[in-house]
């Protein structure tokens, strides 16, 4: 027994992975001198970018790691956006706004997952969906966005348009690697493990001590908070707030396709699929229906063909880790 | 008065709502799959209704033509998709599904364009009985409550009294051993999937007369169905009318407070129903959700 145990060497870390994070960290801090290299149209496509990360990042986390598929994350980057809004009418600087409105829907969220935590598969999608229905129409009903007319971020006007281009991309940069770093260490933590536990079975992981639904609320929130972030930064990109497109199920099929197509319980697939999804919309979002059609065919197609997405088949074919967000077990050669 | 009026529209609007919550329920119950296309498959319903009567079909014969095909939308959904969903995990009948209702939804309005649209059936769309000076029965709201019960009472009949209803019951409790004795798994769950997308599409076809309806209705359909079913107690049939009928009142009731709170209200009866279930009775300690909503595993 002891011989096949010790012929067994329990592995985090690989030669591959050290200098896939080394490259991914030096590639973030590069991208922070973006603004000094590149044109402002560059700078815009780029934060658009950064904000398909998140979401896809953050959905990924909640549906592909914790088992929580949610069609009603919308309710969350909607919330992002009402949040900057309201924070900036009450006299809140835009940019600090900008940056609270993950921290206030964060907020949102903990009574939020008293109601909905408890449900699972299917009933806490939909019932996801009502929240972001529920929000949706509140919204509308606030007269200082003007219900379904929307506002505008007018805070904004007071910056000189190089300067807030810049500011939102550093913004937006920023948050997406603070996320990106949480859910890194979030599953490379206890957490991780007890997540990936509740996702396969719910019951056998609370035998065994795992503590449910303090895991899923942790995750619930950061997906909420980074939602919030995602809506906060697209508005500043956007400059005007219409309750109908940020609340739209459209933004839950975005992340959808993008973790789908990635690759669904991957560190790296999301990131991929939003890199994938940011080519085609840009090629492809004026055909608008067909688009839609051919986003949701496809994202129908990689679940039934590719299961694992894009990174995950790779991931299996060649036994390759980027991130180091698991174990290896590797056979000692002797 | 006016109160009394609103409560009879809710609960005839209820029994609309318990129509298109039937199909929802029932693959639940059989498949244990939520099927986020289901709005969408009656708004596909509504649509077929619409074209065949635009093409001069009565609306009868539209229906009876309607039902059959979305009956074999079902088979071909559950063959081609669900199927091969449900081999991969719990959760991804959810992912395509999700992914099926963007597809509908823009195929449809790809088609049909952004107009809103309703089947013209005539008088009866407006005709009712006048029972005072404030309450006004509508002749149509009646027959959708009807053909509700109708349908939930021989859905009922089927399960416990026919042999394939009790097939459908066995193989939603245990598959592998529903085979064993000898049933076919597979042909139930494609019955199943049959009966509940014609449902939806019957559903689709009265929101087509009674209201409007374009492309992306569909959504806003699911999530009420899905209301009701929850309210009910998932997997109890007439729990569903009893679900819809309390969307249905809470929303007439809203709309009498303010238009703009109809929707709303549906919602919030629907959060306070589910949040009740959670804090009362102590499920937090045992059970969870199945437990509050009564599901035995």
């Known amino acids: 027994m002891s011989a096949a145990a010790s012929a067994v060497r329990v592995q985090r870390w690989t030669p591959l992975s050290i200098v896939a994070t080394c490259v991914g960290t030096v590639l973030l801090a590069a991208l922070a001198f973006g603004p000094v290299v590149f044109g402002a149209n560059t700078i815009d496509k780029l934060t658009e970018l950064f904000v398909y990360v998140i979401l896809a990042a953050m959905w990924n986390a909640l549906a592909g790691y914790a088992g929580l598929v949610s069609v009603g994350q919308q309710a969350f980057f909607g919330l992002g956006g009402y949040a900057t809004i309201q924070l900036t009418q009450h006299g809140v600087n835009v940019f600090l706004a900008l940056a609270l409105a993950g921290l206030a829907v964060a907020a949102v969220s903990l009574p939020t997952s008293l109601v909905v935590l408890w449900l699972r598969g299917g009933e806490f999608a939909i019932a996801m969906w009502v929240v972001a229905e529920v929000f949706h129409l509140l919204v509308n009903l606030d007269h200082s966005v003007h219900g379904v007319t929307g506002t505008s971020l007018t805070a904004l006007n007071h910056y000189d348009p190089t300067d807030r281009r810049r500011y939102t991309y550093w913004l937006a940069l ?161 | 008065m006016i109160w009394v009026n609103q409560i009879v529209q809710g609960v005839l609007l209820g029994g609309f709502y318990a129509l298109l919550a039937t199909g929802l329920s029932l693959m639940f119950g059989v498949m244990r799959i939520i099927n986020l296309a289901h709005g969408d498959l009656a708004v596909v319903g509504a649509f077929l209704v619409w074209w065949l009567h635009d093409r001069g079909l009565s609306v009868g014969v539209s229906l009876v033509i309607m039902l059959p095909v979305l009956a074999l939308v079902g088979v071909v959904l559950q063959r081609v998709l669900l199927e091969r969903s449900l081999r991969a995990g719990v959760l991804m009948p959810l992912l395509t599904t999700f992914g099926l209702a963007i597809v509908i939804q823009n195929l449809l309005f790809e088609k049909f364009g952004a107009d809103i649209r309703s089947v013209d059936i005539g008088s009866l769309a407006f005709d009712g009985w006048r029972v005072t000076d ?86 806003t359909l699911l999530i009420f169905a899905f209301e009701a079913v929850v309210i009910g107690r998932i997997g109890s049939l007439w729990g569903t009318l009893v679900g819809g009928v309390s969307i249905g009142v809470a929303q007439t009731i809203g709309a009498q407070l303010n238009p703009q709170w109809s929707i709303l209200a549906g919602h919030l009866v629907f959060l306070a129903v589910l949040a009740a279930r959670l804090t009362v009775s102590g499920v937090w300690a045992r059970g969870g959700f199945k437990a509050a909503v009564g599901i035995r595993s």
């Open chain 1, 174 to 334: 920023g948050m997406m690697s603070g996320l990106l770093a949480a859910v890194f260490f979030l599953l490379r933590g206890r957490l991780g493990p007890s997540m990936q536990a509740i996702r396969d079975d719910e019951q056998a992981a609370g035998s065994v001590g795992v503590r449910v639904l303090r895991t899923k609320l942790v995750v619930f929130v950061l997906a909420a908070a980074g939602c919030g972030a995602a809506g906060a930064i697209w508005l500043a990109g956007q400059l005007t707030y219409q309750p109908n497109s940020y609340f739209s199920i459209q933004w839950t099929a975005y992340m959808l396709f993008m973790t789908l197509v990635g690759g669904l319980a991957t560190f790296e697939g999301p990131i991929i699929g939003a890199l994938i999804f940011f080519f085609i919309q840009d090629r492809f979002g004026t055909h608008g229906v067909w688009y839609l059609v051919g986003l949701g065919a496809v994202a129908i197609l990689c679940a039934l063909l590719l299961p694992r997405g894009l990174w995950g088949t790779i991931e299996d074919k060649f036994g390759i880790r980027l991130l180091p967000v698991g174990y290896r077990l590797r056979r000692r050669d002797s």
């Open chain 2, 134 to 219: 404030q309450i006004y029965v509508g002749k149509l709201p009646v027959l959708i409550f009807g053909v509700a019960l109708a349908l939930l009472g021989a859905l009922q009949f089927f399960l416990s009294r026919l042999p394939l209803g009790r097939a459908m019951r066995a193989t939603a409790q245990d598959p592998e051993t529903a085979e064993l004795v000898g049933i076919n798994a597979r042909g139930v769950y494609l019955c199943a999937a049959a009966i509940a997308v014609a449902t939806a599409g019957l559903a689709g076809a009265f929101l087509a007369m009674r209201a409007t309806f374009d492309a992306y209705a569909g959504p």
